[in-house]
């Protein structure tokens, strides 16, 4: 690849990594009641269905002159856990296992993390994404290749950055302008959309993503160019044995994307998290908002489907709030926990 190529696609990644760090809409010192409620979300970037899902609550919250949902565009998973403990945002969507990691205070956090789940959602889906023409079939044949990781600080990248470790494969980054030698990859950090882009146009050869089954960057992508996913199923046992029991296997279905062949995949459980210091009421609060107005966010994307209150306690390692507990031992469905 050209290195005015590769400078050009650092160059848009490092624009769509921008993050706006804002303030709560209201701050927790406040006496919190049960109307007005106003919460501020961080989403992922735009194309992926964390975004898709918290500017359909946004949206939603529209409608009620009580309630204010403000949706961020963020990097996802890893920069989510860390606007929330800081009190950035108020809540935020992320995978299960960069959560149990904010909480634990291990890498890429420094310390513990005031991290507590208000709900288990959905299962994101692991996508390595190639041309449908090119030899890749297994992790092991990126060598030599360019693979965009996901955005910087996202719950794709760490995905991205343990199986090609599995896979014993290093990486180059493109700044360098040195190409991959012998077990090596040329390593970019694009966004889901600029990674769907940089593949169209030949810029990278593989990517990463994970995400909630359709994403409208793959689906868009795939109407565009023929593509076609990695099966990941055999890495599930390696993952499981050297990070934790959040990884299993997931299909992802023939009809999901046009002309894509079946394959199967990681599934992680995906969280919508708050600050541990939220009080109960505005988590309770919260909580019930997400089953009031499932049927709306079904409308919106099908993944809101998988919301149930029997799955959505289902959040260890990653403490349920105390709020969202509340809640739950009030629906027919009670947590004992």
């Known amino acids: 690849m050209a290195r005015s190529r590769v400078r050009r696609l650092l160059s848009a990644s490092g624009l769509l990594l921008t993050i706006v760090v804002v303030a709560p809409l209201l701050t927790w010192s406040q006496t919190w009641v049960t109307d007005p409620l106003g919460v501020s979300i961080g989403t992922g970037g735009d194309g992926g269905v964390y975004h898709v899902y918290g500017s359909g609550l946004a949206q939603i919250a529209t409608a009620r002159p009580d309630t204010e949902i403000v949706a961020r565009t963020t990097a996802a998973s890893v920069e989510n856990n860390r606007l929330v403990a800081d009190g950035s945002l108020d809540a935020a969507f992320t995978l299960s296992d960069v959560a149990a990691l904010a909480v634990e205070g291990g890498s890429p956090f420094d310390e513990p993390q005031p991290i507590a ?15 449908a023409d090119s030899p890749y079939e297994e992790l092991a044949d990126l060598a030599g290749s360019t693979v965009s990781v996901g955005a910087q600080g996202s719950g794709t990248e760490m995905m991205a950055d343990r199986l090609l470790d599995l896979a014993g494969l290093g990486a180059v980054r493109a700044d360098t302008g040195d190409g991959a030698g012998e077990g090596e990859f040329v390593r970019l950090q694009l966004s889901i959309e600029a990674s769907a882009r940089a593949l169209e146009e030949g810029d990278v050869d593989a990517f990463f993503w994970s995400g909630g089954l359709p994403t409208d960057a793959v689906a868009d992508l795939a109407e565009r160019a023929p593509i076609r996913l990695v099966d990941l199923a055999e890495h599930v046992p390696q993952l499981v ?4 029991e959040f990884y299993s296997e997931r299909p992802v279905p023939a009809s999901t994307y046009p002309g894509v062949p079946s394959v199967r995949t990681i599934g992680v459980p995906s969280l919508l998290v708050v600050n541990s210091s939220m009080p109960d009421e505005v988590a309770a609060n919260l ?10 966010l079904v409308r919106i994307h099908p993944v809101a489907l998988h919301l149930h209150p029997r799955s959505a306690i289902s959040t260890l390692p990653i403490p349920l709030h105390p709020g969202a507990a509340a809640y739950y031992r009030q629906t027919k469905y009670a947590y004992d926990g």
């Open 241 to 244: 044995e050297k990070y934790g």
């Open 117 to 131: 789940a208000i709900a288990r959602l959905y299962d994101n889906h692991t996508h390595l994404v190639v041309r």
């Open 287 to 296: 909580t019930g908002l997400l089953f009031e107005w499932r049927e709306q």
